[in-house]
């Protein structure tokens, strides 16, 4: 899978770790940013990140900063997208299973690197459980209801 991968300064170091580690899994890292720990703001590359999912450039992505909360905040104010702040393997198995989560993000300073990692791998190997398709629904309906349709 094609997933792309952004970072604010907080997690910048977390990024790099996960970009061979993906590699490792068989996918492709698509990083657009931060590029090294010099301070930016989390939304500029959370939503560089974001919009390639909405738009279908990419499979899935992953947006890291200090808590995850911003990232995810952001993500989630795109058509499209359902980001999850994932701390545990149990929230990233959910998120994926009920929710059919198309971004995850991540808090470097909430989780290591070996439980990011472990976050990461359970999030990508679960898949959506159809039995919750009628809720995925529910939610596109209502993006549909606030963005306008043609979407």
Sequence with gaps: MRIVIASDHGGYALKEVL???LVEL???????????QAAVDYPDFAFLAAAKVAQGEVDLGIVIDG???GSSIVANKLPGVRAALCNCLFT????RAHNDAN???????????????DIVKTWLATTFEPRHLARIEK??????QLYGAGR
């Design 19 to 21: 970009k061979p580690f």
């Design 67 to 69: 808590a995850g909360v």
């Design 26 to 36: 068989g996918h492709e890292p698509i990083d657009v940013g931060t590029h090294s």
């Design 139 to 144: 939610i596109v309906k209502l993006e549909g």
């Design 92 to 95: 990233a198995k959910n998120s």
């Design 103 to 117: 971004v995850l993000s991540l808090g470097s300073g909430v989780v290591g690197t070996a439980l990011a990692k």
